[in-house]
Structures are given as structure tokens and as C-alpha cells.
């Protein structure tokens, strides 16, 4: 027999509040980590899925896609160099078009390989363009009612959608991977600006033979490559965001530490006269702080599923189009840190636990 | 008769220096199997000191006890912990039974807290021998808060029985109880302690609960002084 785990059996209602108190926060936590995962799969989703292992830009865009402008020349010569095994050029352009149901955000990528190293390798329906007027979109247009098959237009630029890809959305926005022509087609036609230019693109994808590290490549002057991490890191907030956004969760679990530390506390407070006579009658500390811990054990891992359940609830009401994205991985993360929490909560009674002199269960205060 | 309890000039003093304060004397006392001894004196003459060296729960600062030829001042604290789990009974004032387990329950966790555990089935079997002994046959499945005080104090006896202890100590059983619980109560523990033929020291400072010892032992301003019933 437990005594620990009886306890928790018997007394069910006192540990209910502690227990509720553990999911209200691991609710919290993993709603906040679903926005955390899901902000940042949406932003960063178009690169991660690609299977370049480092881009290159020019040096004054500071890694960032949108500020990026290399010369065609620049992008051959890349090509060439010692180390790389495929260099696939890419334009880039954040802009508004048109789906079968109206306005749409895009990033449209063009590439002129459409399984170049800029392009994510796996398709979830369709095929992959055969044309240059054909493209494969982020599935996450299919609610807006982009299919297989569906036209989008980007400022009177129109390509036909020929398969679809998943987890591929750049800065939030959805991405088309069309061919370099129609980016640029499109290109020109939403920025009038850029007409004049009619060979640039905006970065290399490029992937690497085993062992060729990024910063080893041999490039043209002005152009910089960075890893796909350093990529990722370099997408304007994303780092600030998931800093941020972790910071909160860590406080919070801090939290979740300090009223387990409390319960137990105040528990252990209460018990004082019965721990005595329980060590007085041959109970060690290690007994007694095993069931301790058990109790945090069991309490915050109940807590947890609960707060999960909660999440998920709540994660089938949010309207389409918030960033939320539920992963069994960060479920995993958030469970374990929680239980970590509540363990590391339970251990600030241990001390007084084992301070509990067995001597004072005689004597007592009745007379 | 064998001697099974020895005491041997036991002093214990607290603090140190200006602000020592001896609480117990050269006590000396030994016990055969089988007799049980009542311990008198008034609140602070040193008799829980006593009790607590003899149980294993405090260390006398200087003098022996040994207990079935067990040196008991000479245990580390762990040590400690198992001799009051294999080789003690204990009687509180107030029953201190784990209000969240049965009757039953408390008396079999007694046996979790063995180092050589009897099996599960043994151990309530006996659990539940001792319950009827002590009139509680119907209330082993209650839970404490639903016993009354001299139920819970007889739940309480059973307990200090449960390990098959070589002394049973008990701390003023009759603190919380009326008069005539309170001998009822220490009637059916000299009876368990006679029949199943332990040892055992009562402390009290109730003159009346000494009838059903075999003798009595006074202590006053922490010197022990023997008399006999």
C-alpha cells in the first residue's frame, strides 16, 4: 500500500484544486506554445521545407529574402562554385492576388526547377508544374478555395495551380511556387517600379555536397550565404517572437512550480503532527518524500491532460486564419517541463520533511 | 524471567552551557519480558525524555539502553528509523492514526514500514486478529473519522502490536480520553500486552491507570525512582 497514492485516492477534493490550478496553466501554456509553433511555422514554413541547405543574398539585405536583389550573373556563378551541388535561383515577392473566392495574401516564389532546391521536395496532392505557367501552392489556400486545378491571379498575372504542397507559408502568407518567368511577370506587374529589371532574382537556394559547410562557399563579392537556421533566425520578428512568446511560457511554468511548492507546503504544514508520528513509527524520510513526490507526479500529469484536453477544445473553435498549431512534440515538451515543475515544486517540502523530528510525536501538547 | 530492557545511568541534557538544562539524571531501570510498567510524574519531570531514549527516538547524552541486547544509543539515524519499525510498538496521546486509511489500513501499513515485510494476505489476517481482539471487528473498514476517540485509540494499540514489537511505549494513552474510556482503553492494552506476553512501559500521571500494571516507576525533576505496586 502507497500512502502517497492512498492519499491522493481518499482525498480526492483536496487535490482537485491544485490539480485544476495545474490545468488552467498547462492550458495556458500550451495555448501559448500553439501560437509560438503556429507563428512560426507560418513564417517560416516556405524555407524549413525546402530542401536547400543554405541561401544566398546580398550582402546588404542582412539575410533577409525581402531586401534581396542578386544579378543573374551573380546566381551562374554560384552555380559553379566548389561545394555546391545545386544552385536554384528564386524570386520572391509578398503581394495580394486572386483565388476562386476572391482576395488572397501569397508569397509567390518563382524558380526556374520546380524540384529545384528552393522548392519543398514532397507534394500532398497533384503533380508539379510542367509549364511555366503552372504552380504549386501552400495547402493552406484550399480554405480559401484554392484546389488542384484552381487559377490565382496576381495583378492580371494569372498561373494554374497543378499540385499542392503542406507547411509552406512565409511570413504568415501562403506561399505559390510558380515558375521564375511568371514571378517575374507578376512581379512587374504589381511593383511598376521594378520593370526595368529584367534579369535579377532575389536569392540562391542552394544545396551543399556532405561536409561543405555555408560560410565555406566561394562566392561573388557583395553575396553573403547563410544556413538555412541562420535563414530561418533572419525572417524579420521570428526570433523576437518565439524569444518573447518563451519567455512567457518558462514565467508561467515557474508558476505552476510555486503552487505545487505551496500546496505541498501547506499540506506538510498540516500533516506536521502525523509525519512525526509516522517517522516515530519507523517511516523514513525517503518514504515519506517518495510519496511526496508521487502525489506532484500524478497531480501535475492529471493537470496536464486536462489542460490539453481544454487546448484542444478550444483549438477547435479558433476561426481559420489565427496562427495556432497544435504538435505532439510541444505537447511532449510542455508535459514534461510541467511535471519537472510540479517535481521541482514538491521539493521545497522534502527539506521540511526531513526536519521533522520523530522525538516530538511523544510528549504532545494534550496536557 | 529474562531481562529484556536495560537502562544504565541514562542523563540527557539539553543545550549547552548557561542555558543546559538536564532533563533526565543517571536514570537506571531494567525490565523482564513480560512485565509492564507504568512510569509517573508530573509535566516536565523528564518522563518523554526517558520514553525517548528508550524508543530510539533521542539519543541520552551519556549512559546506555539496550533493548533485546541491542545497543540503542548506539544507532545511526537510520538504524534508528528500522529498530522503531521492527522492534517498538508506540501508543501517542492522541491515536495520530493516518486519517486518509482504514482501521485496518493503518495497522497494515505497519508492515510496509518493515525491512523484512510479512506477505500482503499475512499481514491483514493478522490486521484483522488483532482488530477483533480489541473489539473493532466492525469497524476495520472505517475510517478514523468515523471511529470514536477510544476506538481510535484502540486502533492505535493494535498498531503498536502489528510488527511484533519487543516493547510496547505509551505516551499518556488516556490524554484524550474520559475516565472511564481512558480505563477501558488501558485495560485491553494490559490485556493485549499480558496474553500475547510483551513488555511495555505506560507513561502517565494518572495514579489510577497503575492498577493494571505490574509495577510503577515515579520520576520527578528527572530523577527515577523505583516503587513497587
Known amino acids: ?104 495574401d501569397v508569397a509567390v516564389l518563382g524558380s526556374p526547377d520546380p524540384r529545384g532546391a528552393g522548392v519543398p521536395g514532397k507534394l500532398t496532392e497533384g503533380r508539379r508544374p510542367s509549364s511555366a505557367t503552372e504552380s504549386v501552392a501552400d495547402s493552406v489556400l484550399r480554405s480559401r478555395g484554392v484546389r488542384v486545378g484552381s487559377t490565382v491571379t496576381v495583378s492580371g498575372v494569372s498561373t494554374q495551380v497543378v499540385g499542392l504542397v503542406s507547411d509552406a507559408s512565409y511570413q504568415g502568407q501562403p506561399t505559390l511556387y510558380t515558375s521564375l518567368a511568371t514571378w517575374r511577370e507578376m512581379r512587374h506587374a504589381a511593383r511598376p517600379e521594378t520593370r526595368g529589371d529584367t534579369s535579377s532574382v532575389t536569392a540562391v537556394a542552394l544545396r551543399l555536397d556532405p561536409g561543405v559547410s555555408a560560410s565555406s562557399v566561394q562566392v561573388p563579392a557583395g553575396v553573403s550565404v547563410l544556413t538555412k537556421d541562420e535563414t530561418i533566425n533572419a525572417i524579420p520578428g521570428t526570433a523576437q517572437q518565439r524569444s518573447t512568446l518563451n519567455a512567457i511560457i518558462y514565467t508561467t511554468l515557474l508558476v505552476a512550480a510555486l503552487v505545487v511548492g505551496l500546496f505541498f507546503a501547506l499540506l506538510t504544514l498540516e500533516r506536521r503532527d502525523l509525519l512525526a508520528s509516522l517517522k516515530a513509527l519507523g ?58 515543475s510540479g517535481v521541482l515544486g514538491a521539493a521545497f517540502s522534502l527539506r521540511r520533511i526531513a526536519r521533522i523530528d520523530p522525538a516530538t510525536a511523544l510528549g504532545g501538547t494534550l496536557q | 524471567m529474562t531481562e529484556i530492557l536495560t537502562v544504565d545511568g541514562v542523563t540527557k541534557v539539553y543545550g549547552s ?34 520514553l525517548s531514549i528508550i524508543g530510539g527516538l533521542l539519543a541520552p547524552s551519556t549512559g546506555t539502553v539496550s533493548l533485546g541486547g541491542i545497543d540503542v544509543g548506539a544507532l545511526s539515524a537510520k538504524q534508528q528509523t528500522v529498530f522503531r519499525a521492527e522492534t517498538v510498538g508506540f501508543v501517542f496521546q492522541s491515536a495520530n492514526l493516518v486519517p486518509f486509511l482504514t482501521a485496518r489500513e493503518n495497522l497494515v501499513l505497519m508492515n510496509t514500514l518493515r525491512r523484512h515485510k510479512v506477505p500482503a494476505a499475512q499481514a491483514r489476517a493478522r490486521a484483522d486478529q488483532l482488530l477483533d481482539e480489541l473489539g473493532l471487528a466492525d469497524r476495520a473498514g472505517n475510517l478514523p473519522e468515523q471511529l470514536s476517540g477510544g476506538e481510535r485509540q484502540r486502533v492505535a494499540i493494535g498498531r503498536s502490536l502489528m510488527n511484533d514489537p519487543d516493547l510496547v511505549l505509551v505516551d499518556e494513552p488516556t490524554a484524550a480520553l474520559d475516565t472511564t474510556l481512558g480505563r477501558q482503553v488501558v485495560q485491553l492494552l494490559a490485556r493485549e500486552i499480558k496474553e500475547r506476553g510483551k513488555t511495555g512501559i505506560m507513561v502517565t500521571h494518572d495514579l489510577r491507570m497503575v492498577e493494571y500494571t505490574d509495577r510503577y516507576l515515579e520520576i520527578l525533576d528527572g530523577h527515577l525512582q523505583a516503587a513497587t505496586a
Open chain 1, 283 to 340: 517511516a523514513s524520510t525517503r518514504l515519506l518524500g517518495t510519496g511526496l513526490f508521487l502525489q506532484a507526479v500524478v497531480a501535475t500529469g492529471v493537470g496536464v491532460v486536462v489542460g490539453a484536453a481544454l487546448a484542444r477544445l478550444l483549438g477547435l473553435v479558433i476561426p481559420e486564419g489565427v496562427p495556432i498549431l497544435f504538435r505532439t512534440q510541444t505537447l511532449g515538451v510542455v508535459a514534461v517541463l510541467s511535471i519537472l
Open chain 2, 17 to 50: 552551557g548557561h542555558t543546559a538544562v538536564t532533563a533526565l539524571e543517571h536514570a537506571s531501570l531494567s525490565l523482564e519480558q513480560g512485565e509492564f510498567v507504568a512510569l509517573l510524574g508530573p509535566s516536565g519531570s523528564g518522563k518523554t525524555t526517558l
Open chain 1, 1 to 104: 500500500m502507497r500512502l502517497g497514492l492512498a492519499e491522493l485516492r481518499r482525498n480526492r477534493g483536496r487535490f482537485a484544486s491544485v490539480t485544476a490550478a495545474l490545468a488552467l496553466i498547462a492550458f495556458l501554456v500550451l495555448i501559448l506554445s500553439a501560437i509560438s509553433d503556429g507563428l512560426y511555422f507560418g513564417a517560416t514554413g516556405a524555407l524549413r521545407s525546402a530542401p536547400a541547405d543554405a541561401y544566398a543574398f546580398s550582402t546588404d539585405a542582412k539575410g533577409s529574402l525581402v531586401r534581396s536583389s542578386l544579378p543573374a550573373q551573380a546566381a551562374a556563378q554560384l552555380a559553379t562554385a566548389p561545394g555546391v551541388r545545386q544552385a536554384t535561383p528564386l524570386g520572391v515577392l509578398l503581394t495580394t492576388g486572386a483565388g476562386p473566392r476572391g482576395e488572397l
